[in-house]
């Protein structure tokens, strides 16, 4: 750990997935009190099935696979009070994170219509609750909507997000595998809806598809913050939207190397000098810590140590993250 970052830093991190943010000890207590049927013979092969290992992740979609498992054990109210408390206090604990943003999509974590989506709600409200009698951290909620779902799917979860606005939830992203039939303008009434509704506006883009899912994504949804976006560095231009729009992105290291998003070490320095030489704001995140097997502190680590970041430029993106926060 470097000089300035002492345990008493305080961190933020922005683009966390609940499916990919619980520790594997929770996750196996939670499918055990569920009666849930695994596939895997004991523990340490149940760990192997919800973390990334170079053997088993070669891509976007085998990272993506990863969270079948995940969000089918975190469907019911039981399991998503308990996943989101976990996370919360788990970041607070391991890397005095104290303020957090935690993603999620709650119509896939309700079998399929079986469970009620408001009981689903009310679960994750209940766990941000709980949490903040024992840990002094700033939690907010973003609603993902899905490139796999449908427009009236997708506007079923904004009314969610809307209605539980005033308990806890912050904004709205759009996630999930990709989908040639997709289009982000689908979503431009939705986001329109949502920013006049005063909830804050990301979505991913510029990951696994190229700077051009950048630009579309600022041309229709007009986000206040982009997930990942490391793709805009293909083309100047759009790095050029990006910064004249105060765009913040939400960088997340590991899991781009994970997902071969990007190819190592030297191609991660080539990112990160084009983000600084356009002078875009960006945070550091993990996108889900346990999946990945990783934390904010790791990264900043791993940035640090590579030379990809230096001290100064770890404290300028935490700075960003506080004041790009979506939590007001
Ligand atoms: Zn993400």
């Known amino acids: 750990m470097s000089q300035f970052l002492g345990p008493q830093t305080k961190l933020a991190e922005l683009h966390v997935h609940l499916g990919s943010s619980v520790d594997p000890a929770v996750m196996w ?11 895997t013979k004991n523990y340490w092969q149940f760990v192997d ?8 992740v070669k891509s976007f979609e085998d990272y993506l696979k990863m ?25 607070y ?10 993603r999620f999509n709650p119509m896939k974590r309700n079998r399929g219509g079986e469970q009620d989506l408001d009981q689903i709600m009310m679960a994750a409200i209940r766990g941000i609750d709980r949490s903040s009698l024992e840990y002094p951290v700033r939690t907010g909620l973003i609603i993902c909507f899905d490139r796999t779902f449908n427009h009236a799917q ?12 005033s308990r806890g939830v912050v ?19 939705l986001y329109e809806r949502a920013r006049k509704a005063g909830l804050g506006l990301t979505v991913h883009a510029g990951e696994d598809e190229g700077h051009n899912s950048v630009r579309d994504v600022i041309e229709h949804l007009e986000p206040d913050r982009i997930g990942h976006g490391v793709r805009s560095i293909e ?17 997340c290291p590991s899991s781009n190397l994970n997902t071969r998003v990007i190819k190592g070490v030297g191609h991660m320095k080539q990112v990160f000098r084009a983000l600084d030489s356009h002078h875009i704001k960006y945070t550091i995140n993990t996108d889900g810590p346990e ?36 939590i007001k």
């Open 29 to 39: 207590e939670i499918s055990h009190a569920q009666g849930i049927k695994l596939p």
């Open 49 to 56: 099935m919800i973390t990334v290992s170079p053997s088993k």
């Open 67 to 91: 969270f079948k498992w995940t969000e089918l054990i975190q469907s019911s109210p039981l399991a998503i009070e308990q996943s989101v408390y976990h996370t919360i206090a788990g970041a």
């Open 93 to 102: 604990r391991k890397n005095n994170i104290t303020l957090l943003e935690l």
């Open 154 to 165: 997708n506007e079923i979860l904004l009314e969610k997000a809307l209605r539980y606005q």
């Open 171 to 189: 904004g709205i992203d759009i996630a999930g595998p990709s989908n040639k039939k997709f289009r982000y303008a689908e979503c431009k009434d």
């Open 235 to 251: 083309n100047d231009k759009t790095l050029e939207m990006v910064r004249s729009r105060g765009i913040t992105l939400e960088v």
């Open 291 to 326: 999946m990945l097997i990783t934390n904010l502190r790791g990264e900043i680590d791993f940035l640090l140590r590579n030379g990809i970041l230096d001290e100064e430029g770890v404290l300028r993106a935490n700075k960003y993250a506080f004041a790009a926060t979506f």
